[in-house]
């Protein structure tokens, strides 16, 4: 499986609509580095609750990744495209 993009809106640290074109990226091999509380894992929860419908550690759940500083009408999702195979 390789990644394409990433986009995610009120989801944990990202508020607004955040796209990660990760397709734009060179080479086989990824760093996603930042300071504590940047919101690397959280990059990683949206990956894989787009895919299993569960963040990535057990011990939050999908009620606990809706940011707490969104607009009470902004949506919450995840969307992840991604190859796999040819």
């Known amino acids: ?4 993009r990433l986009e995610m809106q009120a989801f944990g ?9 990760l397709e734009k990226l060179s080479g086989e091999l990824y760093l996603i580095c ?3 509380g940047a919101g ?6 949206a990956i894989c609750y787009a895919l299993y419908g569960k963040a990535s550690g057990g011990s939050r759940t999908g009620a606990m990744m809706r ?13 992840f495209d991604f190859a796999y195979g040819d």
Not at 1 to 4: A, E, I, K, T, V
Request: negative net charge; charged residues 30%; glycine residues 2%.
């Open 1 to 4: 499986m390789r990644p394409l």
């Open 13 to 21: 640290s990202y508020i607004d609509k955040t796209v990660i074109e």
């Open 34 to 36: 930042g300071d504590t």
């Open 40 to 45: 690397k894992t959280t990059i990683f929860d």
């Open 67 to 79: 940011s707490k500083y969104a607009l009470p009408e902004a949506e919450t999702y995840v969307k």
